[in-house]
């Protein structure tokens, strides 16, 4: 990861796995993932959550081409990362919809009564793909930018994406938890297995560089 990020820009990283491994691991009389989720799901009342939530992904969205249109011309050895870490991102999209037919798990919403809308049931909860989406934009914009305050704020929205997901009553904890580790790990994996390659930074300057005829 060194080549990927900066020191300081894996202590946001570093975090968000051990929170991930709580909420996934860690045993409890019930499950604390269930607990968390229906603390925040029935103690919250806030309207418009789901409104929030996709804006805040909508602003990853725009925050990650601006960030990756920066990298691709300001700084050429980029290149490859950030394009391997974008269609790292697809890929985790792609794997959270198969997880979710593998699993079938109702969203909370199904199980308990809670306010707000609740999608049908068949649009099943793990992982959640805004989780996914949302940390998979991070890493880019973390790959892209080299910047820890960057990586500080891109996690920080993603991390509101995902709580609002466990507020709406849309996800359990442990769906934004897994969401979480498949988003940041896919592109991650991917922009490292591509800088391994020998000659891949180098294709990706040529490949834009003027022809001279």
Known sequence: MKNLLTRNQLNPVIALAFICAVILVVPFPESLSVILTGELASSVGIRGLDLISDG???????????????????????????????????????????????????????????????????????PSNHATLAFGAAIVISIASRNTLATWFAFGTASIVSIGRIMEGAHYAHDVALGAVLGTAMPAILAALIILLPGSGRWFRRASSPSIS
């Open 56 to 126: 805040m992904l909508l602003v990853l969205a725009a925050w990650t081409m601006i960030a990756g249109v920066r990298a691709w011309l300001s700084h050429p050895g980029r290149r490859a990362a950030v394009v391997a870490g974008s269609i790292g991102v697809v890929a985790a999209y792609a794997l959270s919809e198969l997880v979710k037919i593998l699993f079938s798990q109702p969203r909370p919403c199904h199980v308990w009564a809670l306010p707000g809308d609740c999608p049908p049931l068949g649009d099943w909860s793990l």
